[in-house]
């Protein structure tokens, strides 16, 4: 189908940007489209104006600064995929992008984006909890700064209000040493996940955990943390009883039935995939420390 | 600027184009419908079944996902652009030799995706050339020839040093 009609905007700056989604009645903003067309042509989406960002060039940079690695809201996915401070700094963002839709989406498809259209299983929004990203947010009367744990309200709801955009993504980064995983099942390559995990783990001179992190995505409306875990998990020497026991607390969360997956399934899902990650993550933070 | 209808001047396969849109207009039906390049076709219009794909700049896209407004100033690589005066595209010799199109609604997606993928990989495996895929619905062929025609275009191109 084709979008309703609308009007087109197209500045070349964040403050027009947010001038015009400030003062417009029913404005979005666009950024790669890559889920806002798809909207827009069943018509789920009818906005009278649409404010493009793809010409706001200071909203597209990677930068990597005093122990953040920061997005702008417009950066394409394939940069960050194929960027080399990524790459080093926070490879999981870059394993997990291999499962976000297919090449032709993420040479469009933007981390902002995706972040700000919030699918429930979204990979970007899972490595977002695990890296505790600070998201800065903008609007007509200044800007305002939303920790990822606080950013999902519910089912594809961010606290992103009417006439604000997101600007930056600031990923925390973690120690060279860290080891991390990212596992998903889907129906088919490429589709949305039906259950996905991502982990990250540190270990101590002495073998033991010092840090871990693990987010679960597609189970709940929103991404989650197994936050229990991952502090039953510190201090702890890896083990198959200790992985086992984090993979047991991420299948107990309440999980999303629909018309394709059962909640349960999607509660097995997070058990097995949990182990996965969080085995490989420690499996590479062991590998990294014998060097 | 705000407005319902705006021009739009782009490069398409080395031509120029100028024509004023509606600005709803895809990129896909702008090619098909103003300047009547019919070889990018449209499938789904949502994204999903990869047969609208161009190349903008050499980066594969779904041309169905994107305004035609946006593709001002940009240089746009259709289907059609891929063979030259002197013959066809090497891909495109190997997608006849390999039978890796029955219908043909897939294969203009399917062309420009692989040849994006083939210049960033020269040598791939199998595995990858069904990755680079994954993106693009073929309901006749299985998949099989098109696979086996970009392997065999891959070697030929390597063996003759010619890039995709």
Avoid at chain 1, 249 to 264: Q, T
Avoid at chain 2, 41 to 63: K, N
Wanted: hydrophobic share 40%; proline share 4%.
């Amino acid at each position: 189908m084709k979008p309703s009609p609308f009007s087109y905007h197209d500045p070349s700056t964040c403050d027009e940007a947010v001038d015009l989604l400030g003062s417009l009645d029913n404005a979005r903003p666009l950024s790669g489209g890559q889920s806002l067309f798809p909207l827009m042509h069943f018509r789920y989406v009818m906005p009278d104006h649409v404010v493009d960002l793809n010409g706001v060039k200071e909203l597209n940079y990677i930068r990597a600064q005093s122990g953040f690695l920061h997005f702008g809201a417009i950066t394409r996915q394939s940069q960050i995929e194929f960027s080399e401070d990524v790459g080093r700094v926070a490879p999981i963002v870059v394993e997990a992008l291999k499962y976000v839709g297919h090449r032709q989406t993420r040479n469009r498809g933007t981390i902002g984006g995706s972040l700000s259209h919030f699918d429930p299983t979204a990979e970007l929004a899972n490595v977002s909890m695990l890296h505790d990203a600070e998201l800065d947010v903008r609007s007509k009367s200044g800007q305002r700064k939303i920790a990822m744990q606080d950013f999902g309200k519910g089912f594809m709801t961010t606290d992103i209000q009417d006439g604000e955009i997101l600007a930056d993504i600031a990923f925390k980064v973690w120690g060279d040493g860290h080891g991390y995983a990212f596992e998903e099942v889907s129906k088919r390559r490429g589709d949305f996940a039906i259950t996905a995990v991502g982990a990250m783990a540190e270990l101590g001179p002495d073998g033991a955990i010092q840090r871990a992190a693990i987010a679960v995505s597609g189970v709940a409306p929103v991404p989650f943390r197994l936050a229990a875990a991952e502090q039953a998990l510190a201090g702890q020497r890896p083990s198959h009883e200790l992985i086992r026991m984090a993979a047991i607390e991420a299948s107990k969360a309440e999980a999303m039935s629909d018309a394709h997956v059962d909640a349960s399934y999607r509660q097995h899902l997070a058990r097995i995939l949990t182990y996965r990650a969080l085995e490989r993550a420690l499996k590479r933070a062991a590998e990294k420390q014998r060097g | 600027m705000a407005e319902q209808r705006r021009k739009v001047a782009t490069s398409v396969n080395g031509k120029d184009y100028e024509r004023e849109v509606d600005v709803r207009l895809s990129l896909a039906d702008f090619l098909r419908h103003e300047i009547g390049l019919t070889g990018t076709h449209v499938g789904c219009e949502h994204g999903v079944c990869g047969a609208c794909t161009i190349l903008i700049d050499g980066q594969s896209v779904r041309s169905c996902l994107i305004l035609a407004v946006q593709a001002t100033n940009q240089t746009i690589v259709t289907v059609e652009g891929l063979a030259t005066p002197q013959g066809m595209h090497p891909l495109q010799e190997a997608f006849w030799e390999h039978h890796a199109l029955q219908c043909g609604f897939c294969t203009p997606g399917m062309l420009t995706t692989l040849v994006a993928f083939l210049r960033e990989n020269s040598d791939p495996t199998e595995a990858e050339v069904r990755d680079a895929i994954s993106g693009n619905l073929c309901r006749c062929t299985g998949y099989q020839g098109i696979v086996a025609a970009t392997l065999d275009a891959a070697r030929k191109m390597l063996a003759a040093g010619e890039k995709a």
